[in-house]
């Protein structure tokens, strides 16, 4: 890593200029889950909740929050968005909704952070659709999982058990 990209010789921030690099195609992947009480996992599978569909609303707040992206972090680019996809999952075992962002667009920077984002906000909808039934859910895990194509080529996280030790590898 030469420096940080996002600011000037001067100190101030900035937006990086792209306009050199090339158009191709990319992909992000990020996770996050909703951690809760086994019963109220079992409201949201019944589809009790009485602000209704759980994870249908979810599912469009993400996706609509990834076409914001730009406007809610500072010095992202906006991105013609290509396709997005959200997976929720309900997990018994862990008391939790998994949920996993894949966008992908054509263009000259990476939409990890779109990604992050569509997690992100897809989880804090979970948690408004059922405070009233948990107030005591948490977020946790929010991380990207994969990013491809750009100069940097692919990345992938390692698994959690050795992200804990702090370790990232890239895929050749």
Same mark, same amino acid.
């Given at each position: 890593m030469t420096g940080l990209t996002h600011i000037a010789r001067d100190g101030s921030?900035? *937006? =990086?200029? =792209? !306009?050199?690099? !090339?158009?191709?195609?990319?992909?992000?992947?990020?996770?996050?889950?909703?951690r809760m009480r086994p019963q109220t996992l079992a409201v949201i599978r019944a589809g009790d909740a009485k602000k209704g569909d759980v994870?249908?609303?979810?599912r469009i707040a993400g996706i609509m929050a990834t076409k914001r992206t730009h406007e809610?972090?500072?010095?992202?680019?906006?991105l013609a968005i290509a396709g997005v996809t959200l997976d929720l999952t309900l997990d018994d075992a862990s008391?939790?909704?998994?949920?996993?962002?894949?966008v992908k667009t054509s263009g000259k920077t990476g939409v990890e952070m779109?990604?992050?984002?569509?997690? !992100?906000?897809?989880?804090?909808?979970?948690?408004? *659709? =059922?405070k009233a =039934?948990?107030?005591? *859910?948490?977020? #946790?895990?929010?991380?990207?999982?994969?990013?491809?194509g750009g100069a940097s080529g692919e990345w992938r996280? #390692?698994?959690p058990s050795t992200m804990a030790k702090g370790r990232r590898r890239r895929v050749p």
């Open positions: 921030a900035r *937006m =990086v200029d =792209v !306009s050199g690099k !090339s158009v191709t195609e990319r992909v992000a992947v990020a996770e996050g889950r909703v994870l249908g609303v979810a809610l972090i500072p010095l992202c680019h906006p008391a939790c909704v998994r949920v996993t962002a894949s779109e990604a992050l984002t569509a997690v !992100s906000i897809a989880c804090l909808t979970i948690y408004d *659709m =059922v =039934v948990d107030r005591g *859910m948490t977020i #946790e895990a929010v991380r990207l999982v994969e990013k491809r996280a #390692e698994p």
